[in-house]
């Protein structure tokens, strides 16, 4: 047997065996609570650095899934396009495609949308639960002619390394497999400080509201590190919601038929089952970030509502 056809048989039984332990490892996260932060992981070194801005962590805690090397990116500028359904019939591609550095999110297709979202993609963010769905469309998705760095996020019993962590030892049989590509874990120890960046920011601890951080958070925060600059392309403001509007919009771009965007982050926020999401308490936070750093909304395009000063010299937002 040739070469090349071997080693494309061994993708192809790589990634069925990644998509049968997924399924396994899906059926079980439905099942039981995930273990969060389990004991070993809480003495790792804390990578505080006291130099960093208030709010700005620093880009320690995204190590290669490989070699454990930190992950070293900076972008001038970047745009950061979300999976919204405002981006349908927006024709933003070219103008996310002239940017310096293209962030996107889970399986987020770029194919048969270029119009409206572009077509390069220079940083991936993606959930632990999404990762099926990439490999299902791995052709188009882990495609390494792009220099694509990927980065996954999920909870520590999935990403552990001792062998024992389904998602890490998927990842690492991939990139095996297809050693050119860039792939990144978050560090259980920056997973934490995401936490306690999200319990700063709004005064909510999340793990006693019983939610999860969204890929959203996590992607913001990632691009605040790496870039000086960031356009958000589909992202709505928090009060965007509350405001009765004209249209609904699918809350993914690629699944028109999907469920309503609105009504998705109105029952998340409300929600206490276990897998939601604060999706409208962290884009207050984001809202709050754009009045200090270089980031701005298009699709829709707003800007955060500026701080009310009052005689105390007290500043607060007027609707947060
Ligand atoms: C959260 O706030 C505390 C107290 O101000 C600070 O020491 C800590 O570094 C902050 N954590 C993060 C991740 O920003
Ligand atoms: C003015 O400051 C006080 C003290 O912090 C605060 O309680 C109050 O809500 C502020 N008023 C307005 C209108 O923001």
């Known amino acids: ?49 006291p130099q960093n801005k208030v709010g700005r962590p620093h880009l320690d805690g995204y190590n290669s899934i490989i070699d454990e090397k930190p992950l070293q990116m900076h972008c001038n500028s970047c745009a950061l396009v979300t999976s919204s359904g405002h981006l349908t019939g927006s024709r933003r591609g070219e103008e996310i495609d002239r940017t310096e550095c293209v962030i996107r999110m889970n399986d987020a297709p770029t194919l048969n949308y270029q119009q409206d979202v572009g077509q390069r993609t220079s940083l991936r963010v993606i959930a632990h639960s999404s990762m099926q769905r990439v490999q299902r469309n791995h052709q188009q998705l882990l495609d390494s002619s792009q220099d694509t760095v990927f980065i996954f996020w999920g909870p520590s019993n999935f990403m552990r390394r001792d062998g024992k962590g389904l998602v890490y030892n998927n990842l690492r049989a991939v990139n095996q497999v297809l050693p050119k590509l860039k792939i990144y874990i978050i560090s259980q120890q920056k997973m934490l400080d995401l936490d306690e960046l999200f319990k700063n920011e709004t005064g909510k601890d999340r793990k006693e509201s019983n939610s999860w951080l969204s890929t959203g958070w996590f992607t913001m925060t990632i691009a605040m590190e790496i870039c000086d600059h960031i356009n958000v392309y589909g992202m709505v403001s928090p009060e965007f919601c509350k405001a009765p509007h004209q249209h609904s919009v699918p809350y993914h771009y690629y699944e028109p038929l999907g469920p309503d965007e609105c009504g998705m982050y109105l029952s998340h926020e409300q929600g206490r089952r276990s897998s939601h999401h604060r999706f409208i308490t962290e884009k207050q936070v984001f809202a709050n970030w754009a009045r200090t750093f270089n980031i701005h909304f298009y699709e829709p395009n707003w800007s955060p509502t500026p701080l009310i000063w009052n005689k105390t010299g007290t500043s607060t937002a007027p609707d947060s």
């Open 1 to 49: 047997m040739r070469a090349p056809t071997c080693h494309g048989i061994i993708v192809i039984v790589i990634v069925t065996l990644c998509t049968s332990i997924l399924y396994m490892y899906n059926t079980s996260l439905s099942g039981t609570p995930a273990n969060e932060a389990s004991p070993e992981v809480a003495n790792q070194k804390s990578p505080t650095n």
